[in-house]
């Protein structure tokens, strides 16, 4: 049984890799993300209107986020097993695409191309239009340098909660026969997720998601430091990337973004930080790497890469273990 199961993780992992890298995440398609961002948006509202109080609203911010998170991988559990009660190639087809919808390569290249396309033109108005649908920061006003910072800084840190991470977790529970790929894939991204509609220092959500910030942070270390790890390999420098990674990356408030926005910054030989604007107040964050070179649609293009060869190495690796223990 277990010999059989470690060969479907395998297939299955390697099929959501290829759903992902061709297909994505269309706008038309109902996705679990979609369904997690709802119920947090409903529930959270409902919360902070049913209660003043720090203590009530930190509770429920704890039933909120494991409640979610459970609830998600039982919920993918649940699909795929019924599927596979159905025929087994409907429970592996199902499987595919839920793995598929945690893995997010493709939407973040589209993200990055939607944004250099008008630059690449000289519009600056229609590129800082664009960029203001990826990120949280003011961006009417951002020069064409800031706007190329920008876009690094959402590699660096969406190169882990959105590929490495879901694909980490994916691995993890193929080897786990009983569970499987996708729960442990699903309640991250509904981590991932709560952490980014939540998980603010400031009100109404100080409270209500301090819980979900805090565990997203504890879920998130071990990949993130496994990425730079990799992608330090692929740098031909490790020792200098790492030593960087080392001097930097601690100083910034996240105990993640740092290190992963970092190690981009230190292989590219660039620097990340600086003044940015949320909602018109500044908010200053440390440097990272050293400015040897300038920031370019290149080097944007060239951490988009790294991120693909770290998700296609730690693939080939499970498939091949995952194969290696079927036989």
Known sequence: MFVSSFSNSALILFLAAIADFIIGDPWNWYHPVRVMGWGIKNLSQWIIAGTDKAILRRLAGIGLGIGLIFGSGLA????????????PWLGKLAAV???????????????????LQPLDLGDLVAARTRLSLYVGRDTDNLSESEILRALLETVGENAVDGVTAPLFYAIVGAFIPAIGSVPLALGYKAASTL???IGYRREPHTDLGWFSARLEDYLTWLPCRLTVLTLSC??????????LCRRDAVSDPSPNSGWSECVYAAILKVQLGGTNFYQGIAKVKPLLGNLVESITPEKIIGALRLTRYCFLLWLAIATLLLSYMSF
């Open 234 to 243: 692929f740098s031909g420098s490790p020792l200098r990337v790492l030593a």
């Open 76 to 87: 993918g559990w649940i699909i795929v097993w019924s599927g596979s009660w159905i025929h």
């Open 97 to 115: 695409v839920l793995l598929a919808s945690c893995f997010a390569g493709k939407s973040l290249r589209l993200a990055i191309e939607d944004v």
């Open 195 to 197: 952490d980014s509609m």
